[in-house]
């Protein structure tokens, strides 16, 4: 099967005019329910019904076209892949809609190439996976895999709407719910996000366990107090007690594990003026690691932390774990139909896991999952400089689409 890399191209690059943005880079910003969403998805419900699958759209937005060729028993579960089509503010073009259109090309490339699945194929768009408008992201994966209600998911709001509202403006509030359990099976291609696959030369990455993540909230309280009046020997400063756990948080993470990383990326200093010793901070804590049991030992480090900073420096602190979501393991048939597809196109691969998390975690909790990664360059995301090589983009597809044909028999 020989992917038509061009007429993946256009497909991303036509998907890249919605919610473009100017300046350097390829960037776009497409929330959900947006006029650039709302672009975006009725451009791939376009392309999908171009193809001449059966498209369905659920409550959420969900959006799954399904290809049943004769050779398919409409009984059977089929199997599915695809990503979303949603971006952060000032984001790429690759970050969802490589892996919505790859999944789309693999079933044209199948279709051109003569492929007879006796499964059904969907190819998805998930609603909301990066959680910049509605909920904290996965939302329409969460609603998929029976995480989140359908009730629950419409009634989000980003603090001026509903998702339901939203949808509605969209068009897109459609009904049911596509529920992930009826797959057999499910494949998703991303790009990186790191500079593993570049360093090496590789094209296409075979995801073994995507990250756990880990979100705590942080205060230390201290006492305001005048900047000039107050000895430095009567300050109770809780900033400078932050300070300290932050330094604590990032030794933490290379001590515990090789994988393991550890964030403080949010600080809240009250009254965050000048002239004042700092009287609270309030922090966000980002743990992520692909041992579970890591990620416990950063979170206990870190509590350990905020009591030796109570002892020392007289501060009042409080430590809260608010998300907990653990590593998410990549079945081993998909990941062996994966490599097995790499190996037939002559294509290198190399295992490695994920550090961000995506739908696919969600999805693996119902079915057979899997994840594929083109390299990025520089490892830049989330930024208009995110960036895949076409050549890139056309060799996972490859790989994507033999590990779909394999599963799809």
């Not at 099967?1 to 960037?27: S, T």
Request: with cysteine; hydrophobic share 40%.
């Amino acid at each position: 099967m020989e992917v038509d890399g061009q007429r993946l191209r256009d497909d991303i690059e036509a998907n890249a005019e919605f919610g473009a943005l100017d300046g350097e880079g390829r960037g776009r910003t497409v929330l959900t329910g947006t006029e650039a969403n709302r672009r975006a998805r009725e451009y791939f419900v376009e392309r999908l019904e171009d193809a001449r699958l059966d498209v369905r759209v659920d409550a959420v937005g969900n959006i799954a076209g399904r290809w049943m060729p004769e050779s398919a028993n409409p009984e059977v579960a089929a199997v599915a892949a695809g990503s979303h089509l949603d971006s952060v503010p000032e984001g790429g073009i690759f970050d969802g809609p490589l892996g919505v259109y790859a999944a789309l090309e693999a079933v044209r490339t199948m279709r051109d190439g003569g492929v007879k699945p006796t499964r059904p194929i969907d190819v998805v768009s998930f609603t909301e996976e990066e959680g910049q408008r509605f909920a904290d992201g996965l939302l329409g994966s969460s609603v998929a895999t029976g995480h989140r209600s359908v009730e629950e998911a419409l009634s989000l709001t980003d603090g001026r709407t509903t998702l339901e509202d939203a949808l509605d403006t969209a068009g897109f509030r459609g009904k049911g719910r596509i529920d992930a359990s009826d797959w057999d099976a499910w494949l998703e291609l991303h790009v990186e996000q790191s500079e593993r696959l570049e360093r090496a030369g590789i094209p296409v990455g075979v995801v073994t366990t995507i990250t756990g993540i880990t979100h705590c909230d942080a205060e230390i309280v201290g006492e305001a107090n005048h900047a000039g009046a107050t000895p430095m020997s009567e300050r109770t400063d809780a900033l400078t007690a932050a300070s300290e756990f932050v330094l604590d948080v990032e030794r933490a993470a290379p001590n515990v594990g090789e994988t393991a990383v550890g964030t403080v990326g949010k600080l809240d200093v009250r009254p965050n003026a000048t002239n004042v010793v700092p009287g609270r901070v309030e922090m966000g804590v980002d743990i992520r690691d692909v041992n579970y049991e890591a990620m416990n030992e950063i979170v206990s480090r870190a509590r350990d932390a905020l009591d030796r900073l109570e002892a020392e420096r007289g501060v009042e602190t409080r430590f809260d774990r608010e998300f907990d979501l653990e590593p998410t393991d990549m079945s081993d048939r998909c990941r062996k139909a994966a490599h097995e597809a790499a190996e037939d196109a002559g294509i290198d691969t190399v295992d490695l896991h994920s550090g961000a998390a995506h739908d696919t975690m969600r999805i693996a909790d119902v079915t057979d999952a899997a994840m594929l990664f083109a390299p990025s360059r520089d490892g830049i995301s989330h930024n208009p400089a995110e960036w895949t090589e076409w050549n890139d983009c056309a060799a996972s597809t490859r790989v994507l689409a033999g590990a779909l044909a394999s599963l799809a028999r």
